[in-house]
């Protein structure tokens, strides 16, 4: 009896440590709620089996977008769809645009941004196996020319994501060392940053 007890309240303790990690409670999108595109992905957010439109698509594939929105409907989006995943979708359709035949070719053939954007709906969509969307977001911070501060700050939040089963003080770490990289191009609203931190600052202690 005590063993099962003692199983139930592991399986719990693990539960809820996954419902409150740096890529599920990290909610910034909320700072961008003037952009037409994220007021869509919150309404798709409350709904299942939800198709992205093709224009919420187009959107986070044109590399002209604005990383940082791009960013904030993915995170909008969240993980909440029950068919596929933003992940698959959004994979689908850049499979179709860029002539991608297979997953490993994907980060050769996407810009930094986009690649980015897409390593993060990977990750949302699937929090608990972020090991693929971790190498897609690296290799996204090496490709990334113009130093965005926004890929490499969501490539961070993925870095705390693997982090969060193993070293807590790494968690905050990761993430506060892009805050303070001076070479990196702002390009993410303060107010977004300051949500994102203020999750993030729970384990500076640690």
């Not at 299942?48 to 986070?60: A, K, Q, R």
Request: net charge neutral; aromatic share 12%; charged share 20%.
């Amino acid at each position: 009896m005590k063993r099962l007890l003692t199983a139930m309240l592991l399986t719990v303790s693990w539960v809820f440590m996954w419902a409150d990690s740096p890529l599920t409670s990290t909610d910034f999108a909320k700072n961008y709620n003037d952009h037409p595109m994220v007021q869509l992905a919150q309404q798709l957010s409350n709904e299942s089996d939800t198709n992205i439109p093709v224009s919420m698509l187009d959107f986070l594939a044109n590399k002209k977008s604005p990383i940082d929105v791009r960013l904030a409907v993915i995170n909008a989006i969240s993980w909440n769809f029950n068919g596929k995943t933003s992940g698959e979708q959004l994979y689908e359709y850049l499979s179709k645009r860029y002539k991608i035949k297979s997953a490993d070719k994907i980060a050769k053939k996407l810009d930094a941004g986009t690649l980015a954007v897409y390593a993060y709906a990977l990750a949302m969509s699937n929090y608990f196996e972020v090991s693929e969307a971790q190498a897609l977001a690296h290799h996204a911070v090496k490709k990334d020319k113009s130093k965005s501060f926004s890929v490499a700050f969501i490539a961070s939040l993925i870095d705390a994501q693997v982090y969060l089963d193993s070293d807590w003080g790494q968690v905050y770490k990761v993430v506060n060392d892009v805050l303070h990289d001076g070479s990196l191009h702002l390009d993410m609203r303060q107010t977004a940053i300051d949500s994102v931190m203020e999750y993030i600052g729970e384990y500076k202690n640690y």
